[in-house]
């Protein structure tokens, strides 16, 4: 059940965002990125990197991806976001660290697997899911705000409603809305103002400060009723999050690094669904026990150990390749003149594909091994097939016959 919340607050993410991405731009920079002060992107932009810092302005929406795989690999290495400049559309953003200090004019829905900091303002809603969330005092949002976290403090000034689930809640600033807050350990700073109501779910009694001000009523919310134990907490929505974005991250890298390899294989999985679907099957059946049977002899110990690992390369990569071919063929039938954007392409597959698995048993496991043997079917297709399409010229015309001889010559 865990996997399936978590799988679900990343579609509601992500799919509103990919929605209306035929004139977006995509652009993977190795290394730190930086927008500067003087720069303004003109249309919708997809922009993976290390780190990215924006001091800049955006017309339009902004879909920003640190290298957070590699934050997870080198400790030393954050993956972060800064966003300093302005953006008039929305804003999606997800690494390690988060921080936005300039200006959204619309929505803004920030993700960190870390922290995420926000001192700046957002002209609609802001939705952020972190470790550590921080609305400062000098940060602004002028609609709703909704806060997942293992720690939250929010002591801004919030125009809507504020709702909070963490595992311990520090409030202040001002509300103009409702206030709902679930949570273990609930603080709320003196001088707090809120306009509506302030609903809470704690373990105890919540007793207030004079100092704070409710101008609606203060409720206690009772628990739900007991249920079946659903394994749902936050760490397990911030794995598999993690997860998530690992294996976009991971699919992007493989379409970019070994772009041939990988558009053959999604090209051979849409030549013949059945086939791959064999060819994964028997490639899943033999390989590993092809690797067990060399595993028992002495010279062929490094080609099993081979084997096992090229086993599992291609095991984890399968959906990447089935998410591309999925999203390729979901765009061309919405939109046949849509063009291909690489990232947004393999995340709205990888999301269908994460849905999919998720469903109860056996539907989900059913989804998983067809997955699995399609895209290494695709992909040991790729490897089997020696075609390789190359440009070849146009024969030259034939060169004119030769001028019959002269008569007396």
Not at 9 to 19: F, V
Not at 34 to 60: C, F, I, K, P
Request: glycine share 10%; charged share 10%; with cysteine.
């Amino acid at each position: 059940m865990a996997r399936n919340g978590s799988i679900l607050i990343l579609a509601i993410l992500l799919l509103a965002g990919i929605a209306g991405t035929s004139h977006a731009s995509f652009e993977r920079v190795p290394g730190d990125f930086v927008l500067a002060s003087n720069v303004t992107l003109r249309s919708e932009t997809w922009m993976q990197a290390h780190t990215l810092t924006l001091y800049g302005s955006a017309e339009d929406d902004l879909f920003l991806l640190s290298d957070i795989g590699a934050s997870m690999a080198t400790t030393n290495a954050i993956a972060s976001v800064r966003l300093g400049g302005t953006v008039a559309a929305d804003v999606w953003a997800l690494g390690d660290d988060v921080e936005l200090s300039g200006t959204v004019g619309a929505h803004a829905r920030l993700a960190g697997l870390r922290t995420v900091h926000v001192t700046g303002t957002v002209g609609r809603n802001l939705m952020v899911i972190a470790s550590s969330v921080h609305l400062d005092e000098g940060s602004s949002v002028t609609g709703a705000v909704t806060v997942i976290a293992r720690d939250a403090i929010t002591e801004g000034r919030v125009g809507g409603d504020l709702n909070v689930r963490a595992q311990k809640a520090v409030l202040g600033g001002r509300v103009d809305g409702n206030v709902v807050v679930t949570s273990a350990d609930i603080t709320v700073l003196p001088g707090m103002q809120i306009g509506g109501d302030f609903s809470y779910l704690a373990s105890q009694d919540l007793v207030l400060d004079s100092r704070v001000k409710v101008g609606g009523k203060l409720v206690r919310l009772a628990p739900p009723a007991a249920t079946e134990p659903t394994g749902f907490t936050l760490d397990a929505l911030i794995l598999q999050t993690a997860l998530f974005l690992s294996a976009l991250l991971a699919a992007v890298l493989l379409f970019n690094l070994l772009p041939t390899f990988a558009f053959h294989s999604v090209d051979r999985l849409g030549q013949s669904v059945w086939r791959s679907l064999l060819l994964g099957f028997a490639a899943c059946a033999l390989i590993p026990m092809t690797a067990v049977l060399l595993l028992f002899t002495v010279v062929g110990i490094p080609l099993g150990v081979m084997l096992l690992l090229v086993y599992g390369l291609l095991i984890y990569f399968s959906k990447a390749i089935v998410a591309f071919h999925l999203a390729h063929r979901l765009i061309r039938h919405l939109n046949p003149n849509a063009p291909m954007v690489l990232m947004p392409s393999l995340a709205l597959g990888l999301i269908i594909l994460y849905i999919a698995v998720n469903l109860p048993f056996p539907i989900g496991t059913a989804a998983w091994l067809a997955i699995t043997f399609l895209g290494v079917g695709g992909m040991v297709g790729a490897m089997l097939d020696r075609r390789v399409p190359v440009l070849t010229a146009q024969p030259a015309a034939p060169p004119p016959p030769p001028p019959p001889p002269l008569p007396g010559i």
